[in-house]
C-alpha cells in the first residue's frame, strides 16, 4: 500500500503561512484570507469539489495578536466556499485546563468553539503507559455536536461510526492502524 504522493499532486495546493508572512512584521490573517480565497477561487474554476485542510491555524494566536474570533471569523468564510474542511489544533488537556493569560484564554475559546462546530473529531494520542514495542498511540473517532445540525438521510452518520484504534509508528516513519487485539 503507498501513500499519497503530494509534491507530484497536480490538484494539491500547499500554502506555507510563514512564507506568506504571518507573522507580527507580516501581512497577518489578512493576507492568508486573501491567498486562501484566491486558490480556492482558481480550483473551482476546475472542480467544484475543494477540500479545505487548515493544519495548526492556532498557531496565529500565538503569531499575531489576532483573537479567537478572528480566526473563527476567517474559517466561516472559508467554509462557505469549500465542500469539507479539515482543521487540526492542539488540544492537549494542559492547554485547555489552565486558561490565566490572553494566549490561554484564546486557545480555549478557539478549540471549544472548533469543536462545538465539527461532525467529527479525530483525536490522536500517546498512550497514558508511555509508548511499548509494538503500539504509539491511540487513535479516536467520534460524531461531532454539529452532526445532528447537519443530519440528512445520505450523511451516514449513526452511533456506529465512532471508533478507536491503536496505532504505531514504525522505525522508518510508516504508520500501521490497527483495532484492539488484533
Avoid at 88 to 113: C, G, I, K, M, Y
Wanted: include cysteine.
Amino acid at each position: 500500500m503507498q501513500g499519497l504522493d503530494l509534491q507530484n499532486n497536480q490538484r494539491f495546493i500547499f500554502l506555507d503561512a510563514l512564507q506568506l508572512g504571518l507573522g507580527p512584521e507580516g501581512a497577518g490573517l489578512d493576507g492568508l484570507e486573501t491567498e486562501i480565497t484566491s486558490c480556492i477561487q482558481k480550483e473551482k474554476d476546475l472542480d467544484s469539489r475543494i477540500l479545505l485542510v487548515l493544519d495548526g491555524i492556532d498557531f496565529v494566536l500565538a503569531a499575531t495578536e489576532h483573537l479567537a474570533q478572528d480566526i473563527l471569523d476567517f474559517i466561516c468564510i472559508a467554509r462557505k466556499e469549500v465542500s469539507a474542511t479539515i482543521v487540526s489544533v492542539s488540544a492537549d488537556f494542559p492547554l485547555l485546563q489552565t486558561q490565566r493569560t490572553p494566549l490561554e484564554l484564546n486557545h480555549a475559546s478557539l478549540v471549544l468553539s472548533m469543536l462545538h462546530q465539527s461532525t467529527a473529531i479525530w483525536a490522536v494520542r500517546e498512550l497514558d503507559t508511555g509508548s511499548a514495542k509494538d503500539v504509539s498511540g491511540v487513535l479516536r473517532i467520534t460524531k461531532g455536536p454539529a452532526v445532528d445540525e447537519n443530519n440528512d438521510e445520505d450523511s451516514g452518520n449513526d452511533a456506529g461510526d465512532e471508533k478507536e484504534v491503536l496505532y504505531h509508528v514504525a522505525g522508518d516513519g510508516g504508520v500501521r492502524v490497527f483495532e484492539r487485539g488484533s
